[in-house]
């Protein structure tokens, strides 16, 4: 018993562990698959290390070190097949597997899969109808196939020349297909010198001239709403168009009464706004 109280064990080091051998190192090693902890039980307590040497002065080579990490045990096929076509988010991935989302993250732009913008990598039934409307369009789909969207990297010249230039998507439409702003798309479409379309007559568009515009707001009395849902255009797009067509918006609260008369009974007789 020492200063301390603690009965300390006496005789050499090596007391009661039996001595390595080749033939008993590969029965325990090779044949019986313990690991180098086991067989320094197994031998009456040597380390690891002092295994590990054993092994190697004995020729025994060793095997790699436990078992594979998380991020091996999830494939590139499995994380494409469950981010790509099972439509999985990263949230959901990283919890099946026991990752960290950041992991997930990582590993998606490793190999070079594209990534969803933020909102749409929600399961179908919860994603917005116009995602997979543009996703159904065969052209789309070609596109997307032949020109991969790259995590870092710029969208393709074909790609953008296919969709926005041939097609006619809208910069909103590119970014819910490739989680791209619709900042970056146009400094995309800059660099390759593809002409931007006016904001206010994307393809798809009618546009209204000032006759069709007086007929529909004025004669037949319809809404700024009602004449842009027909012409694919937004109310406030219609009314600066009333505007700039020096047509007198109605009062408030007319606009939104269809086919309103005036005091004698003729349709569009309403007073303009004033102030």
């Known amino acids: 018993m020492d200063r301390y109280g603690i009965t300390r064990r006496r005789g050499p080091i090596g007391a009661g562990r039996e001595p390595f051998t080749k033939a008993r190192l590969e029965e325990l090693y090779v044949q019986r698959r313990l690991t180098v902890a086991q067989v320094g039980v197994e031998l009456g307590g040597w380390s690891s290390k002092t295994v590990l040497k054993a092994l190697h002065n004995c020729g025994i080579p060793s095997r790699q070190g436990g078992a594979p990490r998380k991020s091996e045990r999830l494939g590139t096929d499995t994380l494409r097949r469950r981010y790509l076509d099972e439509r999985w988010s990263i949230a959901e991935i990283a919890k099946h597997h026991g990752l960290a989302r950041s992991t997930v993250s990582k590993m998606i732009r490793k190999a070079g899969i594209p990534t969803r913008p933020g909102g749409v990598g929600r399961r179908p039934a919860d994603r917005p109808p116009r995602v997979e409307e543009l996703r159904g369009l065969p052209p789309v789909r070609a596109a997307l196939r032949d020109h991969p969207v790259r995590a870092g990297l710029p969208l393709a010249e074909g790609f953008l020349r296919r969709l926005y230039g041939a097609l006619g998507l809208t910069l909103l439409d590119i970014e819910l297909l490739t989680g791209r702003s619709q900042y970056r ?19 798809g568009q009618v546009e209204l001239d000032v006759d069709t515009l007086r007929r529909l707001y004025l004669d037949e009395g319809r809404s700024t709403a009602e004449i842009g849902e027909a012409h694919g255009l937004s109310a406030s797009a219609v009314r600066r168009r009333l505007q700039g067509a020096g ?6 609260g007319g606009d939104h009464h269809r086919h309103s008369r005036g005091s004698e009974g003729t349709p569009g007789s309403e007073p303009a706004c004033r102030g």
């Open 185 to 203: 798309v146009t400094r995309d479409l800059d660099s390759y010198g593809i002409e931007r379309r006016p904001p206010l007559t994307p393809v």
């Open 247 to 252: 047509i007198p918006l109605r009062c408030c």
